[in-house]
Each structure stands twice: as C-alpha cells, then as structure tokens.
C-alpha cells in the first residue's frame, strides 16, 4: 500500500481560542464555542499574536460574536504534518477518577428541548430524512433544516 505524502510543518503551533455567542439577547444562557486553529510561524511569541489577530477578525465576521480569549496553545513537535498526526494535546494533573474526570471537565449540558427553555432549534441535517437540533436531544422527521 502506498504512503500517503506528508508535508513538512516545522514549526506549526495549535492555539485554542474561545468566543462567546449569546444563546439570547437577554438572559443568562450563553454559547460558548473552542476553535482551535494552526499557526505557522517562526516562533512562539509570534504564533500567539497571529493567533489573537485571527480570532478577532473571526469574532468580527461572525454575528453577536465575542472573542474571549486564548486558552491553551501547543507546539506541533512532529515533522510532518498528515494522516494521523496529533494537532493538539494538553494535559492536566488531577486527583480525580476516570469518571469524575469526565464529569468535571466534559460534563453533558445539551437541554432535552430547546423550545421547554424558551429557545428556538437549530436544524441540521442528521440522514436526509430526519432533522435534529445541535443544542439539544430533539430529532424530527422532514427536511426542517432547508427552513431556516
């Protein structure tokens, strides 16, 4: 089987920002999403001020968007950058079981219904036949997604 070619990335960084988008204009329910991105750049220093200058422009081009700030940042230690390479990796020292871990850090917060909390579904395409919400449990039958 043939290998698939690689490019050389050296050096690359992976900066996870994070931007805040009202789930209303009132209220205190708040979306928040992590973007993490790939800087190339000739060093760290650097690739954070690229990093920044990207995340407001994205924030900027988005509507009702909010750029939090830098989260977490890494430096891309392989050489190549292809299938299967690793973009992204933090660790975190905890005194936590596997499950509290999870819980803690990665909880479950996607509402059963949207509509039951006052809000409005959003609408992807789950199997061309079905539509489901991406904030919550909720999947109907049709096309609702072609509606919005």
């Known amino acids: 089987m043939k290998k698939k070619k690689q490019r050389y990335i050296e050096p690359w960084y992976a900066v996870k920002c994070l ?18 991105i790939l800087v190339k750049s000739n060093n760290f220093p650097n690739a954070l001020k690229k990093a920044d200058r990207e995340a407001k ?21 392989d050489n190549y950058v292809g299938d299967l390479t690793e973009i992204y990796s933090e660790i975190r020292r905890s005194n ?23 809000l409005t ?17 909720v999947v109907k039958p049709g096309r609702l997604w072609e509606e919005e």
Do not use: M
């Open 96 to 118: 936590l079981s596997p499950k509290e871990y999870i819980a803690k850090y990665y909880p479950e917060d996607r509402l059963d219904d949207c509509e039951k909390d006052g």
């Open 19 to 36: 931007f805040q988008n009202p789930e209303t204009k009132t209220g205190p329910r708040q979306r928040y999403e992590e973007r993490i």
């Open 57 to 77: 422009k994205y924030a900027k081009d988005s509507s009702n968007c909010k750029y939090v700030g830098r989260i977490c940042d890494f430096h891309l230690f």
């Open 121 to 137: 579904h959003r609408w992807y395409n789950k199997d061309n036949k079905n539509s489901a919400c991406y904030e919550c449990n």
